[in-house]
């Protein structure tokens, strides 16, 4: 999160601590500590797959903090229902222009997300698919028929001779 989706995610959780006997709200709290488990339990913490199931709620907290804040701003002033909709639209403008620019362009822009992302081996799988050759190809992949070898790789997948590299001389 930002540092204003950040401050509206603390804003909502205390809301939502502070009306924790509601089951809406309770529900939210729980499902979030719930799926924190996995990801706290295991050897290799933090790890993305394993506490994926927080999103939601943890992405429910900030609208939680926002409606709180739109709530208080409405009744003071009922004429203020167009300003605090105007600012939805601009946080939510804004928070999407980041997201964009944090996800394509900071980080699809690295090495990393290359490699994430499996792009060493989609280029030897269309290197390999573009061989004229009759003969077996060998090919070391992270493991044994690499299924975005098999995708890319077409009908030379049947040639492919696996092996791993770390164990074969």
């Given at each position: 999160?930002?540092?204003?989706?950040?401050?509206?995610?603390y804003?909502?959780?205390?809301?939502?601590?502070?009306?924790?006997?509601?089951?809406?709200?309770?529900?939210?709290?729980?499902?979030?500590m719930?799926?924190?488990l996995?990801g706290?339990?295991t050897?290799?913490s933090?790890?993305?797959?394993?506490?994926?199931?927080?999103?939601?709620?943890?992405?429910?907290?900030?609208?939680?903090?926002?409606?709180?804040?739109?709530d208080?701003?409405?009744?003071?002033?009922?004429?203020?229902r167009?300003?605090?909709?105007?600012?939805?639209?601009?946080w939510?403008?804004?928070?999407?222009?980041?997201?964009?620019?944090?996800?394509?362009d900071?980080?699809?822009?690295?090495?990393?997300?290359?490699?994430?992302?499996?792009?060493d081996?989609?280029?030897?799988?269309?290197?390999?698919?573009?061989?004229?050759?009759?003969?077996?190809?060998?090919?070391?992949?992270?493991?044994?028929?690499?299924?975005?070898?098999?995708?890319?790789?077409?009908?030379?997948?049947?040639?492919?001779?696996?092996f791993?590299?770390?164990?074969v001389?």
């Open positions: 999160f930002d540092v204003f989706t950040s401050a509206l995610f804003l909502g959780l205390v809301v939502a601590l502070a009306r924790a006997r509601r089951p809406e709200y309770g529900f939210i709290l729980l499902w979030l719930v799926m924190l996995p706290a339990l050897v290799d933090p790890h993305f797959l394993r506490t994926s199931a927080v999103a939601p709620p943890a992405h429910l907290l900030p609208a939680i903090g926002l409606l709180f804040i739109f208080h701003l409405r009744s003071a002033w009922p004429w203020a167009y300003l605090t909709a105007s600012a939805a639209v601009v939510l403008a804004w928070t999407a222009t980041g997201a964009y620019r944090s996800y394509f900071d980080w699809g822009r690295t090495n990393h997300a290359f490699y994430a992302m499996e792009g081996i989609a280029a030897a799988a269309q290197y390999v698919s573009a061989l004229p050759t009759k003969e077996p190809i060998y090919f070391a992949a992270e493991h044994y028929r690499h299924p975005s070898v098999a995708f890319l790789a077409g009908p030379v997948f049947d040639r492919l001779k696996w791993d590299g770390r164990e001389l």
